[in-house]
Protein backbone atom coordinates (compact mmCIF):
# COMPACT_ATOMS: atom_id res chain seq x y z
CA UNK A 1 0.00 0.00 0.00
CA UNK A 2 1.44 3.66 -0.54
CA UNK A 3 2.37 5.25 2.51
CA UNK A 4 2.21 9.09 1.34
CA UNK A 5 4.45 11.39 3.60
CA UNK A 6 6.39 8.05 4.52
CA UNK A 7 9.57 9.38 3.41
CA UNK A 8 9.68 7.15 0.50
CA UNK A 9 11.11 9.40 -2.16
CA UNK A 10 9.07 7.06 -4.73
CA UNK A 11 6.02 7.28 -3.07
CA UNK A 12 6.05 11.34 -2.45
CA UNK A 13 7.80 12.12 -6.03
CA UNK A 14 7.10 10.93 -9.65
CA UNK A 15 10.91 9.99 -9.98
CA UNK A 16 11.16 11.83 -13.65
CA UNK A 17 8.60 13.10 -16.14
CA UNK A 18 5.64 10.78 -16.48
CA UNK A 19 5.48 9.52 -19.42
CA UNK A 20 2.66 6.80 -18.70
CA UNK A 21 0.62 6.11 -15.60
CA UNK A 22 -2.46 3.91 -14.58
CA UNK A 23 -3.64 2.61 -11.33
CA UNK A 24 -0.82 -0.13 -10.75
CA UNK A 25 2.33 1.76 -12.30
CA UNK A 26 4.38 4.54 -13.85
CA UNK A 27 6.86 4.77 -16.57
CA UNK A 28 8.93 7.70 -15.78
CA UNK A 29 11.65 9.55 -18.03
CA UNK A 30 14.77 10.13 -15.78
CA UNK A 31 16.53 13.58 -16.30
CA UNK A 32 20.09 11.88 -16.27
CA UNK A 33 22.85 14.37 -18.20
CA UNK A 34 24.76 11.37 -19.01
CA UNK A 35 22.04 9.45 -20.29
CA UNK A 36 19.20 10.72 -22.05
CA UNK A 37 16.47 7.78 -22.80
CA UNK A 38 16.68 6.38 -19.16
CA UNK A 39 13.56 5.25 -17.65
CA UNK A 40 12.06 3.88 -14.78
CA UNK A 41 8.79 2.04 -14.44
CA UNK A 42 7.73 2.28 -10.94
CA UNK A 43 4.99 0.47 -8.77
CA UNK A 44 2.82 2.38 -7.36
CA UNK A 45 2.33 0.56 -3.87
CA UNK A 46 5.10 0.50 -1.55
CA UNK A 47 6.20 -2.46 -1.85
CA UNK A 48 10.47 -3.93 -1.82
CA UNK A 49 10.41 -7.05 -3.79
CA UNK A 50 8.91 -8.70 -7.08
CA UNK A 51 7.89 -11.46 -4.52
CA UNK A 52 5.67 -8.76 -2.79
CA UNK A 53 3.53 -8.58 -5.88
CA UNK A 54 0.88 -11.49 -7.22
CA UNK A 55 1.90 -13.95 -9.80
CA UNK A 56 -0.55 -11.34 -12.35
CA UNK A 57 0.89 -8.12 -11.04
CA UNK A 58 4.71 -9.48 -11.59
CA UNK A 59 3.81 -10.12 -15.20
CA UNK A 60 2.24 -6.99 -16.11
CA UNK A 61 5.11 -5.31 -14.31
CA UNK A 62 7.61 -7.39 -16.47
CA UNK A 63 5.61 -6.39 -19.89
CA UNK A 64 5.44 -3.24 -19.21
CA UNK A 65 9.49 -3.29 -18.56
CA UNK A 66 9.39 -5.07 -21.97
CA UNK A 67 7.29 -2.59 -23.81
CA UNK A 68 9.65 0.02 -22.56
CA UNK A 69 12.76 -1.38 -23.81
CA UNK A 70 11.02 -1.72 -27.12
CA UNK A 71 10.68 2.13 -27.37
CA UNK A 72 13.96 2.57 -26.06
CA UNK A 73 15.73 0.47 -28.69
CA UNK A 74 13.80 1.45 -31.43
CA UNK A 75 14.06 5.24 -31.24
CA UNK A 76 17.34 5.99 -28.92
CA UNK A 77 19.23 2.56 -30.84
CA UNK A 78 21.68 2.03 -27.97
CA UNK A 79 24.43 -0.83 -27.65
CA UNK A 80 22.49 -2.27 -25.19
CA UNK A 81 20.14 -1.38 -22.40
CA UNK A 82 20.70 -2.16 -18.77
CA UNK A 83 18.31 -3.28 -16.91
CA UNK A 84 18.32 -3.34 -13.22
CA UNK A 85 16.09 -3.52 -10.40
CA UNK A 86 18.69 -2.64 -7.45
CA UNK A 87 16.04 -0.52 -4.18
CA UNK A 88 19.44 -0.76 -2.48
CA UNK A 89 18.88 3.29 -1.61
CA UNK A 90 15.51 3.81 -2.32
CA UNK A 91 13.70 0.30 -1.28
CA UNK A 92 10.11 0.71 -3.47
CA UNK A 93 10.15 -1.58 -6.25
CA UNK A 94 11.10 -0.03 -9.61
CA UNK A 95 12.97 -1.19 -12.69
CA UNK A 96 15.45 0.99 -14.17
CA UNK A 97 15.88 0.96 -17.97
CA UNK A 98 19.38 2.42 -19.49
CA UNK A 99 20.55 2.66 -22.75
CA UNK A 100 23.60 1.93 -23.28
CA UNK A 101 26.67 2.59 -26.33
CA UNK A 102 30.02 2.25 -26.15
CA UNK A 103 31.18 5.56 -26.29
CA UNK A 104 28.87 6.74 -23.25
CA UNK A 105 30.58 8.38 -20.37
CA UNK A 106 30.61 4.88 -18.05
CA UNK A 107 30.95 2.00 -21.29
CA UNK A 108 31.69 -0.42 -20.34
CA UNK A 109 31.16 -0.56 -16.52
CA UNK A 110 27.74 0.22 -14.37
CA UNK A 111 26.35 3.88 -14.59
CA UNK A 112 27.08 3.92 -10.90
CA UNK A 113 31.29 3.04 -11.33
CA UNK A 114 33.84 5.85 -11.62
CA UNK A 115 33.46 7.61 -15.23
CA UNK A 116 35.82 5.97 -18.00
CA UNK A 117 35.57 9.22 -20.18
CA UNK A 118 34.28 12.82 -20.24
CA UNK A 119 31.16 13.11 -22.40
CA UNK A 120 31.11 14.26 -25.82
CA UNK A 121 28.39 17.24 -25.77
CA UNK A 122 27.74 16.59 -29.54
CA UNK A 123 26.56 12.78 -28.89
CA UNK A 124 24.67 13.72 -25.61
CA UNK A 125 22.85 16.72 -27.44
CA UNK A 126 21.75 14.04 -30.74
CA UNK A 127 21.17 11.47 -27.80
CA UNK A 128 18.43 14.31 -26.33
CA UNK A 129 16.71 15.23 -29.53
CA UNK A 130 15.12 11.74 -29.71
CA UNK A 131 13.55 12.02 -26.89
CA UNK A 132 10.86 13.55 -28.43
CA UNK A 133 10.46 10.66 -30.43
CA UNK A 134 11.04 8.47 -27.00
CA UNK A 135 7.89 10.28 -25.39
CA UNK A 136 5.70 9.16 -28.46
CA UNK A 137 7.08 5.62 -28.65
CA UNK A 138 6.55 4.82 -25.03
CA UNK A 139 3.02 5.90 -25.32
CA UNK A 140 2.51 3.62 -28.48
CA UNK A 141 4.39 0.51 -27.22
CA UNK A 142 2.85 0.53 -23.39
CA UNK A 143 -0.09 -1.32 -23.43
CA UNK A 144 -0.49 -2.73 -20.12
CA UNK A 145 -3.93 -3.26 -18.52
CA UNK A 146 -4.51 -5.17 -15.43
Given at each position: ?9 L ?37 A????LSP???S ?8 V??A?RE ?5 K ?10 P????H ?18 L ?13 A ?15 V?
Amino acid sequence: MTRIGSGCELCEQHGGEVLFRNDQLRVVLVDDAHYPGFCRVIWHDHVAEMTDLSPVDRSLLMRTVCQVEAALREVMQPHKINLASLGNMVPHLHWHLIPRYTDDVHFPHPIWAPLQRPPDPDTLAQRRARLQDLRAAVTRHVTCVA
